[in-house]
């Protein structure tokens, strides 16, 4: 076979993606060349038709702390205590390099001569949707809102391995020792293809991906009020942080209320209930606000104790 | 260390009895708290891949299309005015297609860290009892082959190949058979399998000293006690393929049995019966006219001898033209009946 297999990795959980995945798998068609498509979810038949080979993983791993987790902390200051609030989202990484270890061991029996792997929501272009007979790795921005360039970091949107190597890769992708390193996806796969002294290009252009995923979004890392801009809100399992208060704000904590002027923390297991008065002098429940997410994982600190 | 166990599913599901069967399957599997790998050559239906932890749609489906190299026999038996007649049709060949399956999916199952599978089909029905023995047995065997092939002989002229694997349940320990699985090819296929059908062709690949073989007997049962069985026939009657409301039809070339040898005698036929009324049929050949009928009803069968060899079938396919009371046998019916035979007076 003279032309590579295109293997799509997807998790499509919302028609948007269908739509963006199937347009997609269109392109590469219309090209000529064959698809194999991996996905954690089921697809309909109307998708997995469009394409010669549908691998699908009940699993999708995702690692979540303490195995692993994207950690991100900050420093500030409530009252004059320091504290350090931290976030654990959950690792989404080894998903993606799961699905190339499911590829990469189905592809096996195939006698594709190279494989180009792409995830489904890279914007395509005939560069790319090209017959590539050489190693190559992609680069992407590592600030996407940067728009004069910024850092770029290898990324797997894009890639192409003959069969011999991707067989190297897809069998040296583990997931106890990715757990319990440090290394982030991209970086944990390109040790994996340094490691095993495979030789790469690096494909010139920089490459994006057509929709932005986020866990969570920027502004509600450390503010968990989506409600309101009257004062932000942290919590972890003990302490509730009500902070960057707009003015003086009349709460309600169980059932008596008093006015705050400034950063304040309250014990969360002795206090039931808090609410605060809106401008029309409204009380507001923000129980509902302190629902654990299990996707995140938080914890305070007070480091000056 | 505990062997790490999977369902290998194989299926083509193309109409809603078998992907009820499938799920009936599936859902069956549940019970074992075992890992299902489906591996089908038709696109699955999104709800079936719950019941599965993974699954592989794999579109090639390589199946040997009648080009004269390979075909899959059927037949049916008839009786008419005391003549024994078998009528063999001849279909694609799905075998390699079906090998093709096991052996990706049980190479995947290997990849992802599978150390022994059963391979089902998925009209399997199998019961909790028949489980539990090949269960203890693939404890001290590679596999667990159930023998398909004894006990055709006799009734099928293909069946004197008694070494067959029964391609819908077998179980093994996948990495002693590695290198067998990585040399199944069409190619191969092709060198090895020679008059014989795919299971006899997977037969020698899935055996070795550790293997155990159950006999027919003791795996299928009788008639009326079957140990296991599948709930879908593949290729069972193809008379309807041939039956119109007021006839039915056959165009195949004659075999005569005397004693226990064959004879081709090359002789084209063209075949009627179940005449319910008066036919009128018209036999073309290259823009020729070279019969024409008048069946009464009263007849009740009717066979024409074309003024061709069968050998010439081939070369004539396109132009040839049988027209019955106004009706023409589509292009298509007759390529498809290239190979077909008509046995007259076999040995019962």
């Known amino acids: 076979m003279s032309k590579n297999l295109f293997c799509i990795l997807s998790h499509c959980d919302s028609d948007e993606k269908k739509l963006v995945l199937i347009d997609n798998i269109n392109r590469i068609k219309n090209k000529g060349f064959d698809v194999l498509l991996v996905s954690h979810i089921p697809l309909s038949s109307d998708i997995t038709s469009l394409v010669n080979y549908f691998v699908y993983d009940r699993s999708n791993p995702i690692l979540r702390y303490p195995q692993k987790s994207l950690h991100m902390w900050w420093h500030t200051t409530f009252n004059n205590e320091e504290y350090e609030l931290s976030t654990h989202l959950p690792d989404y990484g080894w998903t993606a390099l799961n699905q190339i270890k499911k590829a990469g061991a189905f592809c096996e029996s195939l006698e594709y001569s190279n494989y180009t792997f792409i995830n489904y929501d890279i914007q395509l272009t005939d560069e790319i949707l090209s017959n590539h007979n050489s190693n190559l790795l992609s680069q992407t921005k590592l600030n996407k809102k940067d728009s004069k360039g910024g850092d770029l970091i290898f990324s797997t949107l894009f890639f192409n391995f003959s069969s011999i190597d991707l067989k190297k890769i897809w069998k040296s992708l583990i997931m106890e020792e990715y757990a319990n390193g440090k290394l982030l996806c991209e970086n944990y796969f390109t040790d994996i293809i340094n490691n095993k002294d495979i030789d790469y290009k690096i494909y010139p252009l920089e490459v994006d991906d057509q929709l932005d995923f986020k866990i969570i979004n920027d502004g509600e890392i450390w503010n968990f009020n989506t409600g309101n801009d009257y004062f932000r809100l942290f919590f972890d399992d003990e302490v509730i942080i009500l902070y960057m208060l707009k003015g003086d704000i009349k709460f309600n904590i169980n059932d008596t209320d008093i006015i705050k002027y400034n950063d304040f923390s309250v014990n969360r297991s002795q206090n039931k209930n808090i609410g605060y008065y809106d401008l029309d002098n409204k009380l507001v429940d923000i129980m509902p606000l302190l629902k654990n997410n299990s996707n995140i994982i938080t914890k305070i600190k007070i480091l000056n104790d | ?348």
């Open chain 2, 1 to 348: 260390m505990i062997n790490k166990r999977c369902f290998l599913v194989t299926a083509y599901c193309d109409n809603p009895e078998k992907v009820l069967a499938l799920k009936t399957c599936l859902t069956q599997l549940q019970k074992y708290n075992t890992d299902i790998i489906l591996f089908s050559h038709y696109p699955i239906e999104e709800d079936i891949y719950n019941l599965t932890s993974h699954a592989i749609y794999d579109y090639s489906n390589p199946i040997i299309e009648l080009d004269g190299s390979r075909s899959m026999v059927n037949f049916m038996r008839r009786n008419l005015d005391g003549i024994n007649l078998k009528f063999n049709t001849h279909s694609f060949d799905y075998g390699f297609a079906a090998a093709q399956q096991i052996k990706r999916g049980l190479l995947y199952a290997d990849d992802i860290g599978y150390n022994e599978a059963f391979v089902i089909n998925y009209d399997l029905i199998i019961p909790d009892e028949f489980m539990d023995e090949m269960n203890v047995m693939l404890e001290d065997h590679d596999s667990i082959i159930l023998n398909y092939g004894e006990g055709q002989k006799g009734e099928d002229i293909i069946g004197q190949f008694n070494k067959r694997i029964y391609m819908a349940l077998f179980a093994l320990k996948i990495k002693p058979f590695i290198n067998n699985l990585k040399s199944i090819s069409l190619e191969d296929y092709y060198n090895k399998v020679g008059d014989d059908i795919v299971e006899g062709y997977l037969y020698p690949l899935f055996l070795n000293e550790n293997s155990i073989e159950i006999a027919r007997k003791d795996w299928e049962g009788n008639q009326d006690n079957r140990k296991i069985h599948t709930s879908m026939v593949m290729e069972g009657d193809v008379l309807p393929n041939f039956k119109k409301p007021d006839y039915s039809w056959f165009l195949g070339h004659e075999i005569q049995y005397i004693g226990d040898k064959r004879v081709d005698n090359n002789h084209q036929l063209f075949m009627l019966w179940d005449i319910k009324k008066d036919l009128n049929v018209e036999i073309c050949i290259d823009g020729k006219v070279v019969n024409t009928s008048f069946i009464p009803k009263k007849n009740g069968y009717h066979t024409i001898q074309l003024p061709i060899e069968h050998n010439q079938l081939y070369v004539l396919k396109d132009k040839i033209k049988i027209t019955i009371n106004g009706w023409i046998i589509p292009e298509g019916e007759i390529k498809k009946n290239l190979k077909s035979s008509i046995e007259a007076c076999y040995n019962e």
